[in-house]
C-alpha cells in the first residue's frame, strides 16, 4: 500500500453532484462515447482548459506513438471542466488547487493523480489602467468578477484577508473569464480576479492593470483529475498521458517560442500574450506526496474558515497514485 492510500479516506461531502449548466450543455453533447468493442483502441476523453495542454502535447510531439485515441474537449475555465468529470463526458482534465476542492466538496467523483507547480503571479486581481484602485484596501466597497470557487476566487480572498478585509467588504460577483474582462472593461466592475493567459492577454491586449498578483497568496499548484471510472478502466492510458505531459512540460520549457506559437494557434490568443503567459509560469510537475496533501489541507481550510464550505473537508481521499 502506497503512501497515499494510507491517508483517511472519508466521504468528502454527502450533498449533491454538481448539476450540468446550460453553459456546457452544448460541448458535453458532443462528447464521444467510450469504446467497448473487443479489439478497438481505447478512447481517453481529455478535458482541457483554453486549450492548453493539447497545445503542450502538440508542439513537444508528445503524443506520437499512442495505442490509443484522445478526444478532446475544451472549457473556458474549471467549473465547466469539473461539472464535465461529474457527468462522466470526459475522463480527465488539468485542474487548480481551489477547484479542486470545490469539486470534490460538492460530491464530484474525481480524484487527482498528477500535480505540478507554477509561478503563480498570473492568478491575479486586475483593474483597469485608469482605476482609482492603488492597492488592495481599496478593494472595499467595489465589485469583483471571477468564477465562484476558481483560483481567482482564492486569490481574491487572500488578497482581501491580507488587505485586513473581509469577503463581505466586496460584492462578487461570478462570472465566465470572457464575462467579467467585457464586464470590467465597460466599467460594469471594478477588478477582476483571473489566472493565465487570461491575465496574459489582458495585460498586453487590453491594457488592464495587475492590482495584486499571486505570489505569495497562491499554492501555483494544479492538478491532473480523473474520474473514479476511467482509474478504474482506463489506468494504463492515464498514466501514460501523465508521463507524456510531464515529458512534453520538460521539453516545452526549454523552447518557449515554438511552444507559445502553438499555444496562440490553438488557444486563439496574440503570440506574445501566449509567450508571456508561458515564460513566467515556468511549470514544473512534480512528485504527490504527504507534503501536497498537507498543502492542499490548508486551501480547504482556509476556505472553511471563510466561510464558504459548509464542514471541513477531508482532502486526502481526493489523491491517488497511478
Known amino acids: 500500500m502506497n503512501d497515499l492510500t494510507r491517508f483517511t479516506r472519508r466521504q468528502a461531502l454527502h450533498g449533491a453532484a454538481a448539476v450540468i449548466t ?20 481505447a478512447l481517453l476523453r481529455a478535458g482541457d482548459q483554453k486549450g492548453g495542454l ?30 464535465a468529470l461529474n457527468a462522466e463526458a470526459v475522463d480527465l482534465g488539468p485542474i487548480g488547487d481551489a477547484p479542486l476542492i470545490f469539486a470534490q466538496a460538492q460530491g464530484v467523483r474525481i480524484k487527482a493523480y498528477g500535480v505540478n507547480r507554477s509561478d503563480p503571479y498570473g492568478t491575479a486581481v486586475l483593474v483597469r489602467a485608469d482605476s482609482p484602485i492603488r492597492q488592495p484596501a481599496d478593494l472595499r466597497g467595489r465589485s469583483v468578477a471571477t468564477n ?14 491580507a488587505a485586513g478585509l473581509k469577503p463581505d467588504d466586496i460584492d462578487f460577483r461570478f462570472l465566465a473569464p470572457p464575462d467579467a ?3 470590467l472593461v465597460a466599467g ?15 495585460e498586453t491586449i487590453d491594457r488592464l492593470r495587475v492590482l495584486r498578483d499571486g505570489r505569495g497568496l497562491s499554492s501555483g499548484l494544479s492538478y491532473l483529475a480523473a474520474t473514479d471510472r476511467a482509474l478504474r478502466d482506463k489506468r494504463p492510458q492515464l498514466a501514460d498521458f501523465r508521463a507524456r505531459v510531464q515529458r512534453a512540460q520538460a521539453w516545452s520549457n526549454q523552447h518557449i517560442d515554438r511552444y507559445a506559437a502553438t499555444l496562440s494557434r490553438i488557444v486563439g490568443i496574440p503570440e506574445p500574450a501566449a509567450r508571456l503567459a508561458y515564460s513566467r509560469r515556468r511549470t514544473t510537475w512534480i512528485a504527490l506526496d504527504r507534503s501536497i496533501v498537507d498543502e492542499q489541507q ?5 476556505y472553511l474558515a471563510s466561510g464558504l464550505l459548509p464542514k471541513r473537508l477531508e482532502v486526502a481521499g481526493g489523491f491517488i497514485t497511478v
Do not use: N, Q
Open 22 to 41: 446550460a453553459a456546457t450543455g452544448a460541448a458535453l453533447a458532443g462528447a464521444p462515447r467510450l469504446v467497448h468493442a473487443a479489439g478497438e483502441r
Open 54 to 83: 493539447r497545445a503542450l502535447l502538440e508542439t513537444a510531439g508528445a503524443l506520437d506513438g499512442l495505442d490509443y485515441d484522445i478526444a478532446w474537449t475544451e472549457f473556458p475555465a474549471a467549473a465547466p471542466l469539473a461539472e
Open 148 to 161: 465562484r470557487g476558481s483560483i481567482g476566487h482564492h486569490v481574491t480572498l487572500r488578497t482581501l484577508a
Open 181 to 183: 474582462k467585457l464586464a
Open 188 to 202: 460594469s466592475v471594478d477588478a477582476w480576479a483571473t489566472w493565465e493567459p487570461y491575465t496574459a492577454v489582458a
Open 298 to 302: 490548508r486551501t480547504a481550510d482556509f
